[in-house]
């Protein structure tokens, strides 16, 4: 079975996530629970199509670190990358 990685955001980072966000800022949902519901629909869709679905929560300041390191923004790729390094 594939594994695909899922980033997770609580509820109570929602506001420092978007304020930390580099370039992407107006793609990302408004609020947390907006963005809740699109994960669990793409959750489900995935684990209907067969896939094995791991949530990542994501820890901000691992995540902002991560970006320094690399000398990259906080953007959708590189959320992407982190995730998979989790």
Request: include cysteine.
């Amino acid at each position: 079975m594939t594994r695909v990685r899922l980033a997770y955001y609580r509820e109570k980072d929602w506001k420092r996530f978007i304020d930390l966000a580099d370039d992407d800022r107006e793609s990302l949902h408004d609020n947390w629970k907006d963005w809740h519901k699109s994960f669990l629909k793409v959750k489900k869709s995935l684990i209907s199509q067969g896939f094995g679905v791991v949530d990542i929560e994501i820890d901000l300041d691992e995540l902002m670190a991560f970006c320094k390191i690399r000398g990259i923004k906080n953007d959708g790729k590189a959320r992407s990358q982190f995730v998979q390094t989790k």
